[in-house]
């Protein structure tokens, strides 16, 4: 496993961006974000590479959250036009091998500690 220090967050308006970011403390080959509101299961986001030649998003975040990694293990996610249902701790997960199913959180093998964001309308 790798240690995971994430950061960024905080509370916005509705329509507001903030950024996330999350930095491996060894290599990976795999790094995610995952999210959590209240009263719901956690839920895939987005992931990516580390070479950054495969990203994917899920549709709830599809054309408002880009993923991008910068030295194959600072990952970040550039959040925009915020929404209340964006709402959730935010988690990094990563995998040091590329045999991945996005969405499937059993795959990986480290997570961070989750910062929270709370879009207010």
Known sequence: QVQLVESGGGLVQEGESL???CESSGNIEVMSWFRQAPGKEREWVCGIRKSGSGRYCSDSVKGRF???IE???IMRLQALSLIPEDTAVY???TLRHNEVIWG???DYESWGHGPQVTVSS
Do not use: F, K, P, V
């Open 66 to 68: 880009t993923i991008s």
């Open 71 to 73: 030295n194959a293990r």
């Open 19 to 21: 950024r996330l970011s």
């Open 91 to 93: 988690y990094c997960a």
């Open 104 to 106: 499937s959180r059993g």
